[in-house]
């Protein structure tokens, strides 16, 4: 079992929806996660950190939930722009301060 | 604009032969990471070092993967003798790491690797 699992996708949406990603995560000790962006044929980016408290940066919001192990990440009023592979991250505990990265949700935001 | 440089970007060889990829971290970057993609796989970590010592390379055959950093500006992942199931994205990666916090991870383009 992979360590951090995503739905694979593809979500076709339409411009203007609401689309929500889950991830899991099997080791409870990982202490940070965070969800990064990667466009076709290119390098993964940060998209956002996930905090306990839940955040949110404009059109996009995360959350965590320690008890289920689970990490989410909500897009509203989806754009063409926003079609990608979301990689769900987490950090595990501890001095290896290297991240795992799920398999990724691909997001295809149609006109 | 600081970003991690990667060469070559693309890179085709023949079975068994040496292939070596480098890395230029961001100046002042205290922690490199290697890691390879591919369809079925994903991200996969290979390497990585703090303060250019190897931390963590468990995730890399060693039998033929070797990685380096013979300077703090310079990151080099070696394949000999190279094989097809080497193909793959290979991505560099530099953060820089303070005790107890946690710092982003800033991607090179990556090297494309076929291997024939």
């Known amino acids: 079992r992979k360590e951090v699992e995503q739905d694979p996708g593809p979500f076709n949406v339409p411009e203007g929806a609401t689309v929500a990603f889950n991830c899991t995560y099997s080791?409870?000790?990982?202490?940070?996660f965070f969800w990064y962006r990667q466009d076709c044929r290119k390098e993964p980016k940060l998209l956002m950190s996930?905090?306990?408290s839940g955040n949110e940066d404009g059109r996009f919001t995360a959350q965590l939930n320690r008890a289920s192990q689970y990490i989410s990440l909500l897009i509203r009023d989806s754009k063409l722009s926003d079609s990608a592979t979301y990689l769900c991250v987490a950090l595990p505990e501890g001095g290896r301060r290297a991240l795992t990265f799920g398999s990724g949700t691909r997001l295809q935001v149609q006109p | 604009d600081a970003r991690v440089t990667q060469t070559p970007r693309d890179k085709v060889t023949e079975m068994g032969q040496e292939v070596t990829m480098r890395c230029q971290p961001i100046l002042g970057h205290n922690t490199v990471f290697w890691y390879r993609q591919t369809m079925m796989q994903g991200l996969e970590l290979l390497a990585y070092f703090r303060n250019r010592a190897p931390l963590d390379d468990s995730g890399m055959p060693k039998d033929r993967f070797s990685a380096e950093m013979p300077d703090a500006t310079l990151a080099t992942l070696k394949i000999q003798p190279s094989e097809p199931r080497d193909s793959a994205v290979y991505f560099c990666a530099s953060g820089l790491v303070l005790a107890g916090g946690d710092n982003e991870q800033f991607f090179g383009p990556g090297t494309r690797l076929t291997v024939l």
């Open positions: 080791n409870s000790a990982s202490q940070s």
């Open positions: 996930v905090y306990s």
